[in-house]
Structure formats: structure tokens, C-alpha cells
T-cell receptor, first 113, second 114 residues
Framework: DAMVIQNPRYQVTQFGKPVTLSCSQT?????MYWYQQKSSQAPKLLFH???????NEADTPDNFQSRRPNTSFCFLDIRSPGLGDAAMYLC????????????FGPGTRLTVL | DQQVKQNSPSLSVQEGRISILNCDYT??????FLWYKKYPAEGPTFLIS?????DKNEDGRFTVFLNKSAKHLSLHIVPSQPGDSAVYFC?????????????FGTGTRLKVLA
């Protein structure tokens, strides 16, 4: 089945220790998104790639970076995690053509100690 | 300032009855709306969508209504089933720099009572 896969599902890191979350897709979609979701809040878009074009949201902290080495994979790097970065991180993909629907992975729950 | 609002954080409905989940938005440029369902420890799952050129879209037990003048959409689930218990997010999108960007509401937790 075509899908969006996120690894790991649960990640524990220490304050200030860099961490990388990964996302892969078999949908061959052009666009990949990273969202941060904290408890009882709406998913918040961090950035997205349209093919290789990177689009950062204005309020995404510099601490968050992303890489997309090919169509299938996208990574979220948190350079120096703080306690406030503990959240669920959701990866999503879309075809990039109207009408456009996003498909989400299961998410990675990040804990910062 | 939230552009997409779900003002009811939770809703309880008896099995077999209708569930109505509401969503309001402020940006008249939004042209495509989606509903997602989310179970605990899983990512949101796409449920149903509606384009701004329509006022209703139906898929089985799920119907979404769009009132553009009121900037309001609603999701109707009839009949409600215990398996529908989940958090429901509405999302609105507009094209920005050639890409669809999505703004999500904070979600409504639906509990269907057996």
C-alpha cells in the first residue's frame, strides 16, 4: 500500500543534543511537509518542499532544519532541542496539484529530557 | 490570530444519532477545505473534502457543508458509530507560491456513546 512512513515513532533526546527525524513516502508526491503538534493544539506547519524547492514558514525557529535528498525521503533536523520542542512531529505529502489533499504519516513523538 | 477555529473542544453523541462538528474560518482566500480524523498515537487520516465552488459533499455517512458567506463549514456523521470516536480536525488551504498550504483548527474530540 502507498503510504507515508515516519521513523522512529518515539524519540527521546537530551536537552541540546541534535536529533533527526525521518519521513519516507511511496506515493511519489511532489510536496512534503513537516508539522509540529503540541497537546490540544492545531498542527503547525514548519516548512515544506515542493520537489527540491524549500519553503520555510516565517515563524519557524532557526533551530529547525530540513533536508530532502530525493523524492521519497525528507528529514527534520533539530540542532539543539529545548524542552519546548517536545511535541508530535508529523510528516505529510501531497501531489501538489489541484485539488490537493495531504496524507499524513503516523508521527514521531519527541521527548526532550 | 487563528484563521481556522473549532470552538467546541469536545462533543458526545449517542450511537445512531447525528454528530455535527463545526469549523469557522476568517480568510476568504481559502478555496479548499478538508476534514481529518485522528486516533491516539496515529497521524491524521483524510476523511472528506470540499471545494469552495460547492456547498455540499457527501461520502457515505459523512457529509460536509460549506457556507461561504458565513465562512463556516460543518461535518455531519449519520449515523454515528462508536468507531467514529476520535479527534476531528478541519483544515483550510490556499495556494501560496504555487503550493497548497494548510491551516488547521485545534480539533474537536468526538465521543460516540454505545
Amino acid at each position: 500500500d502507498a503510504m507515508v512512513i515516519q521513523n522512529p515513532r518515539y524519540q527521546v533526546t537530551q536537552f541540546g543534543k541534535p536529533v533527526t527525524l525521518s519521513c519516507s513516502q511511496t506515493l511519489n508526491h511532489n510536496v512534503m511537509y513537516w508539522y509540529q503538534q503540541k497537546s490540544s493544539q492545531a498542527p503547525k506547519l514548519l516548512f515544506h518542499y515542493y520537489d527540491k524547492d524549500f519553503n520555510n514558514e516565517a515563524d519557524t525557529p532557526d533551530n529547525f532544519q530540513s533536508r530532502r535528498p530525493n523524492t521519497s525521503f525528507c528529514f527534520l533536523d533539530i540542532r539543539s532541542p529545548g524542552l519546548g520542542d517536545a511535541a508530535m512531529y508529523l510528516c505529510a505529502t501531497s501531489a501538489g496539484a489541484a485539488p490537493d489533499t495531504q496524507y499524513f504519516g503516523p508521527g514521531t513523538r519527541l521527548t526532550v529530557l | 490570530d487563528q484563521q481556522v477555529k473549532q470552538n467546541s473542544p469536545s462533543l458526545s453523541v449517542q450511537e445512531g444519532r447525528i454528530s455535527i462538528l463545526n469549523c469557522d474560518y476568517t480568510n476568504s482566500m481559502f478555496d479548499y477545505f478538508l476534514w481529518y480524523k485522528k486516533y491516539p498515537a496515529e497521524g491524521p487520516t483524510f476523511l472528506i473534502s470540499i471545494s469552495s465552488i460547492k456547498d455540499k459533499n457527501e461520502d457515505g455517512r459523512f457529509t460536509v457543508f460549506l457556507n461561504k458567506s458565513a465562512k463556516h463549514l460543518s461535518l455531519h456523521i449519520v449515523p454515528s458509530q462508536p468507531g467514529d470516536s476520535a479527534v476531528y480536525f478541519c483544515a483550510a488551504s490556499e495556494v501560496t507560491s504555487g503550493t497548497y498550504k494548510y491551516i488547521f483548527g485545534t480539533g474537536t474530540r468526538l465521543k460516540v456513546l454505545a
